[in-house]
């Protein structure tokens, strides 16, 4: 799924049918940490964006 500016990266997990403690298991951290990092997008960086989409797609394919 590629992310566009109109949905949320929360929207984005929702959509592919992850859990949001796989798509942390699957970039390192914990659960509560992508919880951290989701609660508020606007100053989510780029680095930690990438980091959840590319999980996402890495999941995918498996």
């Known amino acids: 799924m590629t992310y566009t500016t109109h949905n949320s ?3 984005v997990i929702k ?4 859990y949001q ?3 942390a298991k699957a970039i390192g951290i914990s659960q509560t940490t992508l ?3 989701l609660r508020d997008e606007k100053t989510l960086d780029d680095k930690r964006k990438n980091k959840i989409l590319e999980a996402i797609e ?3 394919e498996k």
Do not use: A, D, G, M
Request: glycine share 0%; charged share 20%; no cysteine.
């Open 15 to 18: 959509e592919s049918t992850f």
């Open 9 to 11: 990266i929360k929207s």
């Open 58 to 60: 890495e999941l995918s």
């Open 21 to 23: 403690w796989q798509v």
């Open 35 to 37: 919880i951290v990092w």
